[in-house]
């Protein structure tokens, strides 16, 4: 599959698309076929090492952190999602990955897409959701 990848930590925005495996499916994993992902400021603090504090990444790394897409494949002990079904998900921090074809997620990190969503405005709730919901609650 193909995947948009940073090399290491940069000031300027040098994304790779590179051939890379599709995710492995462990047993509560959801695998999703992306159709949209969220583009936002978290994405260039990661770009240029301003959370390797809290998370170093290795690289290569897949960029995104949030998408929207179809369930391809689900792992053995999946209960909320079936094949086919429409997700939108913020993936965990140490496992991003939404700008490529394929990310595979924990069913526990996913939500089914409101009807009222297409794809490009589902991938953009995650993130601003859960800053909205902290700015709120902390």
Known sequence: MKAAQISGYSKEIELEWNDIPIPEVYD??????????GVNPLDLLILRGRVKLIVDYQFPLTMGNELSGVVEAVG???????????????????????????????????????????????????????????????
Do not use: C, N
């Open 28 to 37: 509560y994993d959801v695998l999703v076929k992306v159709k949209a992902a």
């Open 76 to 138: 053995k002990s999946v209960t909320k999602f079936k094949v086919g079904d429409p997700v939108y998900t913020r993936l965990p921090e140490q496992h991003i990955g939404a700008f490529a074809e394929y990310a595979v997620v924990h069913e526990a990190a996913a939500a089914k897409m409101p009807a009222s969503l297409d794809y490009a405005e589902a991938a953009a709730v995650p993130l601003t959701s859960l800053t909205a919901y902290q700015v709120l609650v902390l």
